[in-house]
């Protein structure tokens, strides 16, 4: 059965993610994620004519993937530590998925050499990040100020970022999980 050219457009996404994922937005190579999928340099290139154009569709596709998911975590539940949970089960599972990175966490580390449309995307997720952690904290501290909750979405959203970048230089989960225990012992994450 042919493959349509959505299905090569989602081909074409899903290794150049592995590939982010694994060695960073660096490594992106045409070449390599044609020969990967199967097809033409010159197909990648009909779908994506520059490799900032990919790796915003990317981004992009990295951050309304997460906002959905997130949504449906707070439409389900209204308890903070539950939500915060499956929040951190999300860098955990792309931790044991070969020692990955966070989309977000590997190419922040390459932010000098992304082009502007990249940086946008990569900002966005960000911002969906805290906006979704403050709505938590939120549940959990209901007469909180906006900002302090704000403040303090960042400072989890940066740790759990960090505990996942740390753990994976250790080529090492449990660093990762008594990281995260941490956090919620000494309060920073509800």
């Given at each position: 059965m042919a493959k349509t050219k959505s299905d090569m457009r989602e081909a074409v996404m899903a290794a150049a993610k592995a590939t982010v994922q694994a060695h960073g937005y660096n490594a992106l190579s045409f070449r390599e994620i044609a020969k990967e999928v199967g097809i033409k340099s010159a197909s990648v290139h009909y779908h994506f004519p520059t490799k900032g154009d990919l790796g915003?569709?990317?981004?992009?596709?990295?951050?309304?993937?997460?906002?959905?998911?997130?949504?449906?975590?707070?439409a389900g539940s209204s308890d903070p530590t539950w939500c915060m949970d499956r929040y951190t089960e999300i860098f955990r599972s792309?931790?044991?998925?070969?020692n990955r990175m966070c989309l977000y966490g590997i190419m922040s580390a390459?932010?000098?050499?992304?082009?502007p449309e990249v940086r946008t995307e990569i900002d966005r997720f960000a911002a969906m990040n805290v906006g979704w952690?403050?709505?938590?904290?939120?549940?959990?501290?209901?007469?909180?100020?906006?900002?302090?909750?704000?403040?303090?979405?960042?400072?989890?959203?940066s740790a759990i970022e960090g505990?996942?970048?740390?753990?994976?230089?250790?080529?090492?989960?449990?660093?990762?999980d008594q990281t995260v225990r941490t956090y919620r012992a000494t309060g920073l994450i509800p």
């Open positions: 915003a569709a990317l981004a992009r596709r990295y951050t309304e993937d997460g906002a959905a998911y997130l949504g449906g975590l707070l792309v931790l044991a998925n070969n390459e932010l000098d050499d992304l082009p952690i403050t709505q938590v904290l939120a549940l959990a501290k209901p007469d909180a100020d906006e900002q302090a909750l704000s403040e303090h979405a960042m400072a989890i959203f505990a996942q970048l740390v753990a994976r230089s250790c080529q090492d989960i449990g660093v990762y």
